[in-house]
């Protein structure tokens, strides 16, 4: 395929965020006599939080105090952001400056909120970056959906199957998949799912690698032209 867009995930591909969004978690349930541990987090990685917390209203009960739960996780998440900062993930800086000398258009497609968005981009000086972002307040249906993949193509003017997609985790690999983009994942906290993995292009270390095969897509389509 000849590269024309490239498409990436936000939270545990692009920025190390998800040990930020479990503390918040762990800390605001903790709070309110619930524990959850790291292994039992991992269930809510890359999805949508209206999804993660309905998905957590059923486990717990129609008794748990959610309105309570949804005001409290957010302000320790932004209190930890805000201490700790928060970091690109290794690899980034020199993904997005080959992308960028290749003259090709890049998506922002995050199961996050618009304010989350704008909030952790901003701390970690990429809020320039895109030129399309569409977030998880956006679409109609989350990942594991194509919807929001969908839409990233639709606002760039590119057919799906012209883009690469970067994804950390399960349901966003299968989002991208699904929607017919060429999708590479790199694993964050969980290790992929055997779904996973068949839906994914490759299976990559780090964003180093998936340097490497970017720049790769992109000579073979330049040297076939």
């Known amino acids: ?21 479990k503390i918040a978690w762990q800390q605001a349930l903790a709070e309110l006599g619930h524990e959850l541990d790291d ?27 959610l309105q309570t739960f949804r005001n409290r996780w957010p302000y320790l998440w932004r209190a930890c952001a ?8 290794a690899g980034l800086s ?10 090709l ?19 970690a000086d990429l809020l320039e ?3 399309v972002i569409v977030t998880g307040d956006q679409v109609a249906q989350p ?6 993949y969908l839409e990233a193509a639709r606002r760039l003017d590119v057919d799906p199957a012209c883009c690469i997609a970067l994804e950390d985790s399960d349901a966003g690999i299968l989002a991208a998949s699904q929607a017919g983009m060429v999708s590479l994942l790199v694993p964050d906290l969980k290790q992929p799912s055997e779904e996973a993995v068949h839906a994914a292009f490759r299976v990559l270390k780090s964003l180093h690698d998936a340097r490497e095969i970017v720049a790769a897509l992109i000579e073979r389509a330049v040297d076939s032209s």
Do not use: W
């Open 82 to 89: 805000n201490e700790q900062g928060i970091a690109r993930k």
């Open 39 to 65: 292994a039992a987090y991992l269930r809510f990685v890359g999805r949508s939080t209206k999804d993660c917390e309905s998905d957590l209203l059923h486990q717990l009960g129609a008794e748990f105090p």
């Open 94 to 103: 020199e993904l997005l400056g080959l992308i960028q000398d290749a003259g």
């Open 143 to 148: 990942k594991p959906a194509p919807d929001i």
């Open 129 to 131: 970056t895109f030129d």
């Open 105 to 123: 258009p890049i998506a922002l497609a995050t199961s996050s909120n618009a304010s989350y968005t704008e909030f952790s981009l901003g701390l």
């Open 1 to 21: 395929m000849r590269p024309e867009a490239i498409v990436f995930d936000m939270d545990g591909l692009m920025l190390d965020t998800e040990p930020l969004y």
